[in-house]
T-cell receptor
Framework: AQTVTQSQPEMSVQEAETVTLSCTYDTSESNYYLFWYKQPPSRQMILVIRQEAYKQQNATENRFSVNFQKAAKSFSLKISDSQLGDTAMYFCAFLPPLAYSGGGADGLTFGKGTHLIIQP | DAMVIQNPRYQVTQFGKPVTLSCSQTLNHNVMYWYQQKSSQAPKLLFHYYDKDFNNEADTPDNFQSRRPNTSFCFLDIRSPGLGDAAMYLC??????????????FGPGTRLTVT
């Protein structure tokens, strides 16, 4: 079974600053997928960014980028030019690929989350 | 817009009184998931349907059941809710193919209160 660890329960930065959220994981799988999800207060969880483990290039989505270190099993999220709307819980999540037909896709294994507060 | 819809958004039930939460999706995804998220915790997978195949997590209590009558709808039944079942229940969907894994799309959740 895999585990996901987010060691920062809460972080607070000023608007327009850059912030990095850390995530480490443990797995015996060689191929897998990693995600960062954002859950704003009282709003639904949405995908921020996705990384396939077999890709060496770090994923980027506008102001969001990751630093994926497969050997170290580390998957940090960097938010540049932070905005007030970035205030949310951020969850790092792990997902293995579907192994066989009808076998059932696995659910996401989430870390405990980091509460990010962007101060005006 | 294609989406995941959960009804109701807020549900209050009495201790021991059966309750059903519903989820529908217009994404035509073949996999549907139910997660339980307690306050200030990460979501925890309860079970999921891969097409019509039901997959229960080993530690999901028997008190929790699910039905998926068709591709679009999935229900979570709690047969005898206890105070410890008060939580946000999240429905998610994904499109899965062998050897691949795709992101899951979440509904807004149903917040269950047990009195």
């Amino acid at each position: 079974a895999q585990t996901v660890t987010q060691s920062q329960p809460e972080m607070s930065v000023q608007e327009a600053e850059t912030v990095t959220l850390s995530c480490t994981y443990d797995t015996s799988e060689s191929n897998y997928y990693l995600f960062w999800y954002k859950q704003p207060p009282s709003r639904q969880m949405i995908l921020v960014i996705r990384q396939e483990a077999y890709k060496q290039q770090n994923a980027t989505e506008n102001r969001f980028s990751v630093n994926f270190q497969k050997a170290a099993k580390s998957f940090s999220l960097k938010i540049s030019d932070s905005q007030l709307g970035d205030t949310a819980m951020y969850f790092c999540a792990f997902l293995p690929p579907l192994a066989y037909s009808g076998g059932g896709a696995d659910g996401l294994t989430f870390g405990k989350g980091t509460h990010l507060i962007i101060q005006p | 817009d294609a989406m995941v819809i959960q009804n109701p958004r807020y549900q209050v039930t009495q201790f021991g009184k059966p309750v059903t939460l519903s989820c529908s999706q217009t994404l035509n995804h073949n996999v549907m998931y139910w997660y339980q998220q307690k306050s200030s915790q990460a979501p925890k997978l309860l079970f999921h349907y891969y097409d019509k195949d039901f997959n229960n997590e080993a530690d999901t209590p028997d008190n929790f059941q699910s039905r998926r009558p068709n591709t679009s709808f999935c229900f979570l039944d709690i047969r005898s809710p206890g105070l410890g079942d008060a939580a946000m229940y999240l429905c998610a969907t994904s499109r899965d193919e062998i050897g691949q894994a795709y992101e899951q799309y979440f509904g807004p959740g149903t917040r269950l209160t047990v009195t």
